[in-house]
């Protein structure tokens, strides 16, 4: 990462007009539209690998990508484009901020970094693959979002595997493509609203009350070594498993209740992705929302930007950052 080296120089701003915690597709929106407004812009990201986008393997559904790209590809898009309009990046874990004294404090292990309006972005990524198989095939046959990659098993079998209620969420989009399911969970019942969705598909054949023990294949993902309620084995072959597993929680354990949360989301009132505390601002993943999608991180992050740009400037509207060129 380029920015590695803006850390604390004799270039660096004591007060930067806007730090932005995170270093994915919204917080990189978030600066392009910053530095370009002409603020100060730092962005800290803990890691580019660390983030959603960062471990998404292919991306096709980004407005603008005629042919697919890998996250990481994408994302360093962003930081060039980012960079080229000012923002500097520097690679810190933040540990702690402090959003009551003016300006804003920021804390990583290394610095305190300070601004006038902050956006958090720090995404949502909280699970480590647990399933033996899942972390070596990630990418090449697991997946966790049927609107990211159920199209890629058009005409395929795969399994969606995990927690009931959300494995129902996503059924429809899944069933949609692929011409067989299987939905395994550890759940022993369908509840009858439950039912009436599965029911809908055919082709969706239900294994409840089992679990997954394994993911199985050479390149790409082949099988599944299950387990039924007795405990017998079973073989299931598929071409990719969809896992909706507890634990994928936003990012938010560095700022200690410092903003309004949700179920453990951050809370956004009904202006320009503030958040409850003036000058603070959340966006992409982090947020309570029930699309995750790139392009949602990324317009969120426009968004965002404008409005800190009209905070730090006091104006009573957003300014637009486009013109038709004639003067
Ligand atoms: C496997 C996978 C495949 C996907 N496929 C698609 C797809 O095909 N199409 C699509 O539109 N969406 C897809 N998504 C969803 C999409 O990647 C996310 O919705 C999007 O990346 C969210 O952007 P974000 O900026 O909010 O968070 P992230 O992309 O998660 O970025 C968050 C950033 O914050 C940084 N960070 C976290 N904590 C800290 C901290 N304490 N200090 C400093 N930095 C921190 C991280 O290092 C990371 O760089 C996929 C997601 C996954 C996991």
């Not at 084995?233 to 498993?241: Q, R």
Request: net charge negative; glycine share 10%.
């Amino acid at each position: 990462m380029t920015g590695e080296s803006v850390l604390k120089n004799d270039t660096a701003p004591e007060i930067y007009d806007v730090i932005i915690i995170g270093g994915g597709p919204a917080g990189l929106s978030a600066a392009i539209y910053s530095s370009r407004a002409g603020l100060s812009t730092l962005v800290i990201d803990k890691s580019p690998n660390a983030g959603a986008l960062g471990s998404a393997h292919k991306i096709e559904n980004y407005p603008g990508m005629a042919t697919p790209v890998s996250g990481s590809e994408l994302l360093s898009l962003f930081r060039k484009q980012a960079e080229s309009f000012g923002t500097s990046i520097i690679k810190e874990q933040v540990i702690g901020v402090n959003f009551e004294s003016d300006p804003k404090e920021i804390f990583t292990n290394q610095d305190t970094f300070r601004a006038k309006a902050v956006i958090i972005a720090t995404g949502s990524m909280g699970r480590n693959p647990s399933l033996p198989g899942e972390e070596k095939f990630r990418g090449r046959g697991v997946s966790y979002c049927a609107t990211c990659d159920a199209p890629f098993y058009k005409h395929r079998e795969v399994a969606a595997a995990g927690e009931l209620p959300e494995i129902i969420e996503e059924i429809n989009q899944i069933a949609k493509f692929a011409k067989r399911v299987f939905i395994i969970s550890r759940s022993k019942n369908l509840t009858r609203e439950q039912e009436e969705i599965v029911t809908r598909h055919p082709h969706v054949e239900l294994k409840l009350g089992c679990s997954v023990k394994e993911i199985r294949g050479s390149e790409n993902v082949t099988a599944l070594l299950t387990a039924d309620p007795s405990g017998a084995p079973e073989e299931i072959p598929v071409d990719g498993i969809f896992i909706y597993l507890r634990g994928n929680q936003p990012v938010v354990d560095f700022l200690y209740g410092a903003v309004d949360m949700t179920d453990g989301c951050i809370m956004l009132n009904d202006h320009g992705m503030s958040t409850s505390v003036k000058g603070v601002f959340a966006v992409g993943d982090v947020t309570c929302k029930k699309i995750r999608q790139v392009v949602v991180a990324a317009s969120e992050g426009c968004i965002a930007a404008l409005s800190a740009e009209q905070y730090i400037n006091q104006r009573e509207r957003v300014r637009s950052q486009w013109s038709t060129g004639k003067a």
